[in-house]
């Protein structure tokens, strides 16, 4: 492979490896803040029990997912010093509104909402996870845009050898975003809502002594996956409306990508909507469905991922579309073995943080909702260590 096929593999392997992350984040920040708003509401313990179990699972991605992204921002300045170059002026205004609102805004309300348990007003308390998801979906909504515009590059015009900014409300218009943006959400929701049917069918085949608990989580992940998926699929085809003629036809890897991404999302579709929506209320105590929803639990991780690399990989040979080739976009100056050896370490560091990040859920999901550590009362730390003694 040569020097530019391998910084394309590497940005490609890299941005899945990130992607499920983010997906997973999206679908569960609002899933955990519905559950605190029904908490604060009602008063129930098991309201309670529900956040703190599920924003565990929430907060781990999380904190793993940020470090996947560094890698992914670092990665524009090791080999795409050209589109920093020629567009950075467009391109870096969005990326720069994800920073702020990511790194400050959903970091310090996400840290609020960790450590403010029994400490801040509950409705105070409340409005920090509704802060966190409403960033989260800001943080998304930038990103998109700078990806949109890559795809269909408005509000900008050629100054000598670069791109200047000149509509910055079309980027926010840009019809390569319109519709994109709310499939991304949707992926995100029906996502999450299948970590959430996986885990509770894990544990209800399991006869766990959580019936209850685990039954009104699958119920919820029913119900939102749902949701999720027509949002998902409606948006998905609104955007053959608006695709450049042409994307996917010049190249195989991007046809087979979206036809397997819309494939699944059909299929998952079809089973949601149809065979678990009207027996939502038997579901749980139907075992022998369990390890059929153990199984799809993967699938809208795999969609995601096969949807991102056809939107990129449609786009080729172009970075932005008919303005910069990806060979001009590229570094100067790489060697193979430069990328080889960044390829190998960018894609060790990232997968083994994918297998920690599942692991993680996998323990807590087995460990189940007795005692986590998100929300515990202080005074329960101190009489735990005492015990010890």
Known sequence: MDVLDLARLQFGLTGSLHFLFVVLTLGLAPLVAIMHTRW????????????????????????????????????????????????GDVFGAPLAMETLVAFFLES???????????????????????????TAYASAF???????FLQNPVGSVV?????????????????ALLFAFPHVIGAGLFTGAFVMIGASA???????????????????????????????????????????????EGDTGAALGLGFMILIGDLLMLVVLFL?????????????????????????????VLG???????????MIWERLSVADAMSPGLTPGMITMSLIGFTAVLGLLAVVDYL???????????APALGAHPDADTRAHALTY
């Not at 930038?142 to 949109?148: D, Q």
């Not at 039954?215 to 699929?233: I, Q």
Request: proline fraction near 5%; include cysteine.
């Open 308 to 318: 991102w690399m056809a939107r990129e990989i449609g786009r080729q040979p172009w």
């Open 108 to 134: 310090t309300f996400l840290g609020l909402w960790i450590f403010g348990w029994h400490r801040l007003p509950k409705w105070a308390h409340l409005a920090c996870i509704w802060v966190v998801t409403l």
């Open 276 to 304: 678990m929506l009207p027996v939502i209320y038997w579901l749980p105590r139907w075992r022998w469905t369990h390890p059929l929803l153990l199984m799809m639990t993967p699938l809208p991780f795999l969609a995601a």
């Open 360 to 370: 993680l859920i996998a323990r807590a999901v087995r460990r189940g909702p007795a």
């Open 202 to 248: 894990y544990q209800l085949l399991r006869r766990t002594a959580e019936q209850e608990f685990f039954t009104s989580s699958l119920r919820t992940g029913v119900v939102v996956a749902v949701l999720g998926l027509l949002v998902t699929v409606g948006f998905g085809y609104a955007q053959f409306a608006v695709v450049q003629p042409g994307k996917f």
């Open 40 to 87: 604060v509401i009602s008063g129930r313990p098991q309201h309670e029990r529900m956040t703190r179990f599920w924003g565990q699972i929430y907060v781990t991605n999380y904190a793993l997912g940020i470090v996947t992204g560094l890698v992914m921002e670092f990665q524009f300045g090791l080999s795409w010093s050209g589109l920093s170059h020629y567009a």
């Open 142 to 148: 930038f990103i998109m845009v700078a990806n949109s």
């Open 159 to 175: 100054r000598g050898d670069h791109l200047e900014l000149t509509d910055f409300g079309a980027l926010l218009t840009n019809k």
